[in-house]
């Protein structure tokens, strides 16, 4: 595997494969790698001939200047775990790489980034698709590879890749759990101990919620029980507990014949922001 750090050097590489006939994927990520993160470039070594992963945490995104600072940066061990993974290339630029001196441009995308984590962080998915187009014209990937743990962001990239006529195919993937059903994600690190049991209760809660407006429980009743039993698991505070249209995110009061559905939720423990989803099953 090589480390690549500047654009220049990136195109350079990509260039030689392209030319050479190779499809290229990428697999966009913010480091602090985990199981879930190397199920997507599993994902792309199957589809693709040549795999990059990106690792950059970017500054653009955060609402929030302490989860900036305390998100976790293990470059080395990043890099250690996509070596045996079979990446080709490490991409991991600098914030000046990416932002140098006079940047001025955001990409907004509307729709889709309304409400649920677009409600509750500002500028945040203004902050996603701008790194993400950046991602994808500098490394020139024929496909991008995103897990579906984050949801709404996926749905936010496909339409700036839609609406740009950008050449890349999104691949969504499901979504990786730990035994115990809580979804894999980079900020579980930052739990307790404590707060790592109290955690599972997210996808146990959204599992039965799911089921109960299967079974047809009114949507505006299983989800304030939802997030009654979230606060009384013992998270601090619920960001949100929806029920959405998968494709374009508009919030279903019931579920809709021929309209695929998913359950999504956010909800704080200590200084630690967890967000979850799975898709609810038609009625029969």
């Known amino acids: 595997m090589e480390t690549i750090s500047t654009v220049a050097e990136l195109r350079a590489r990509v260039r030689e494969w392209k030319q050479a006939g190779a499809s290229v994927g990428v697999v966009p990520t913010m480091g602090a790698l985990h199981a879930g993160h190397l199920s997507l470039v599993q994902a792309a070594r199957a589809r693709m001939d040549r795999v990059i992963t990106t690792v950059f945490v970017n500054p653009i995104q955060f609402d929030n200047a302490d989860d900036l600072a305390t998100y976790p940066r293990t470059l080395a061990e990043d890099g250690r775990l996509l070596a045996r993974s079979g990446v080709d290339v490490l991409y991991a630029p600098t914030a000046a790489e990416m932002y140098p001196p006079g940047f001025a441009t955001r990409i907004t995308v509307a729709g889709v980034s309304t409400g649920l984590c677009g409600g509750s962080r500002p500028g945040h998915f203004d902050g996603v698709a701008t790194v993400v187009c950046k991602l994808f014209m500098q490394t020139l990937a024929d496909c991008a590879f995103f897990g579906e743990k984050d949801f709404q962001q996926v749905q936010v990239i496909r339409r700036m890749v839609a609406d740009l006529d950008l050449p890349v195919g999104i691949v969504s993937c499901p979504t990786l759990r730990e035994a115990d059903g809580l979804a894999l994600s980079s900020r579980n690190r930052r739990l307790t101990p404590a707060q790592r049991q109290t955690a599972v209760a997210l996808p146990r809660v959204l599992a039965a919620c799911a089921r109960d407006i299967a079974a047809g429980t009114g949507v505006a009743a299983a989800l304030s029980d939802a997030a009654d039993r979230l606060a009384a ?45 799975m898709p609810v099953p038609p009625r029969d």
């Open 233 to 277: 698991a013992g998270f601090d505070s619920v960001d949100y507990v929806e029920l959405r249209a998968e494709t374009d995110l508009r919030p279903l009061a019931t579920l809709l014949p021929g309209t695929p559905a998913r359950l999504l939720a956010a909800a704080w423990l200590g200084g630690v922001r967890l967000i979850d989803g």
